[in-house]
């Protein structure tokens, strides 16, 4: 088969990834030179711990199975598998931390609550104060800016895989085919449109009533810490954020600081390979987004990361801001939907794209009969 992919995210790369993988000719065209939207401006978590139970957990530990394996074909896409550490340090934080470990598919996830003495045992560098932690085994990581370019370098490598950048895609020429901006018509057996958070233009022509939503995002980025940070780390604000936690009996005896609750903020912290830490994170849904980033966030953020820490902050070396696609029915792990004769669109995994990508495309490739 002929595979026409367009959008050079995570999402569209792993789509790539798949069908090369399967003996196909790849075409992959993107906008911008390289990416540079939220999939480069991510986490590179590979998040399983905060994922609901079902469909959305199968996802996310087979895209963590799919990922190690890529890892360790890809080195430079900087797969470890770190595991994460949320300390909590009340009463109510606990209530959700045991009952996170009590679920049915614990196991899965690799739920184990610990003390403060097993969890430096797991990663030193927290020093602060708290009166336990939930470790998730089963989280990882990879490294975003790098992961896309290294994907590509090794389809490039197949033979099948041609990269076509700086082409927008404008309309569908026929069944299988598509138009770009320089007037080229790419024609195949199946069009996947992995646009991400481009949801207007093209993809509104396709599908007026798409139930995806655009989600901004504030994040930064330190100079090396000079130690390990063996795990990512997360506070206990992300129980109210991610499914597999109950957060009712926390959000009634622990309402959020009000900079936190009013950019609906959790602490996410993974090190980058060069040692530095990235951090974040906010959530802002309303259009029109802000063009501007605000430092009170920043500021929250760095206090709740020392008092982990028990030290100060490297210098922070990058801030900046993302925006991603998210299904508004948040029970779905992505939408995926026939929009044209032979021409599929597939975005909206929220927080979830790194996560599962290629999870997501393997379906995708099962689907279509690749």
């Known amino acids: 088969m002929r595979v026409i992919v367009v959008g050079a995210g995570v999402v569209g790369t792993m789509h790539a990834w798949h069908a090369v993988e399967r003996g ?34 199968e996802t ?20 470890r598998a770190n595991g994460s550490l ?30 403060p003495t097993e969890a430096r045992a797991v990663n030193p560098a927290l020093r602060g104060t708290f009166e336990a932690a939930l470790y998730c085994e089963r989280d990882a990581a990879v490294e975003p800016r790098t992961a896309q370019l290294a994907l590509k370098e090794a389809l490039l490598a197949s033979g099948r895989y041609t990269f ?34 481009a949801l207007s233009g093209l993809v509104r022509e396709l599908a007026p009533a798409l139930p995806v939503r655009r989600v901004r995002l504030q994040m930064m980025q330190t100079d090396p810490l000079g130690e390990p940070l063996t795990t990512s780390v997360a506070d206990a604000d992300s129980f ?20 936190a609750a009013e950019h609906r903020m959790q602490l996410l912290m993974v090190q980058r390979l060069d040692g530095g830490l990235t951090i974040g994170d906010t959530h802002e849904y309303e259009h029109p987004f802000a063009f501007d980033t ?5 500021e929250h953020l760095v206090r709740v990361v020392e008092s982990f820490l028990g030290r100060r902050l490297p210098r922070i070396r990058r801030r900046w801001a993302g925006v991603y696609a998210q299904c508004t029915d948040t ?23 790194m996560t599962c990508s290629p999870a997501i495309a393997e379906r995708t490739a099962n689907e279509l009969g690749w």
Not at 165 to 193: S, Y
Not at 240 to 259: H, N, S
Not at 337 to 353: A, H, I, M, S, Y
């Open 164 to 197: 076509l950048g700086g082409r927008e895609v404008r309309e569908v020429a026929g069944p299988g085919a598509v138009r770009d901006d320089h007037g080229d018509v790419h024609r195949g057996d199946a069009v996947v449109l992995c646009t991400g958070a």
């Open 86 to 115: 949320t300390p909590v340090r009340t009463e109510a934080e606990l209530a959700v931390a045991e009952a996170a470990v009590a679920r049915d598919d614990a196991a899965a996830r690799g739920y184990k609550l610990l003390t």
């Open 294 to 298: 605000v430092e009170e966030p920043y």
């Open 331 to 353: 029970t779905r792990v992505v939408h995926r939907e026939q929009v044209r004769d032979g021409v599929w669109l597939v975005t909206g995994p929220g927080g979830r794209g």
């Open 240 to 259: 109210r954020y991610y499914p597999a936690y109950d957060a009712t009996g926390l959000d009634a005896a622990q309402p959020q600081e009000p900079v």
């Open 24 to 57: 196909h000719e790849v075409v992959q065209i993107e906008r911008e030179t390289e990416a540079r939207g939220a999939s480069l401006r991510n986490f590179g978590q590979i998040w399983v711990s905060g994922r609901a139970g079902g469909e959305e957990l």
């Open 60 to 79: 996310a530990l087979r895209a963590r199975e799919l990922w190690e394996g890529i890892g360790g074909r890809v080195p430079a896409v900087g797969f």
